[in-house]
């Protein structure tokens, strides 16, 4: 099992920044520790699909970005605490949504889709007033 436990959303104003905070754990991550991860970033405002934000590979530290987050969002990721961030400056109220961490053992497939990973977490919630 995997489990992903996200943190530090919250209710900001437009212009603000929040950091989230994505701890990967459990019994199948740690028997698999020394392989590559790949986690990612997600989110789903009310009413629309999950859409892409950014990926990283754990150990490797590679990133990829969904356009729409590229200059605002920074995805990083801390190889010896087992956790991912998402920086996410001068939030603006389209930001609002559920934000999800998701995580697989990398492998030769599409980064950009929900469905391509293996592990989900539950989400936490951003909320951006104007």
């Known amino acids: 099992q995997v489990q992903l436990a996200e943190s530090g959303g919250g209710l900001v104003q437009t212009g603000n920044s929040l950091r989230l905070s994505c701890e990967i754990s459990?019994?199948?991550?740690?028997?698999?520790?020394?392989?590559?991860?790949?986690m990612a970033w997600f989110r789903q405002a009310p009413g629309k699909e999950h859409e892409f934000l950014a990926t990283?590979?754990?150990?490797?530290?590679?990133?990829e970005y969904a356009d729409s987050a590229k200059g605002r969002f920074t995805i990083s990721g801390d190889n010896d605490k087992d956790v991912a961030f998402l920086q996410m400056n001068n939030l603006r109220p389209e930001d609002t949504a559920v934000y999800h961490c998701v995580a697989r053992r990398d492998r030769s497939e599409i980064t950009s889709r929900w469905d391509a990973y293996d592990f989900w977490g539950q989400g936490t919630q951003v909320t951006v007033s104007s």
């Open positions: 459990g019994h199948t991550f740690r028997t698999y520790r020394d392989r590559e991860w790949r």
């Open positions: 990283i590979t754990l150990r490797g530290g590679a990133t």
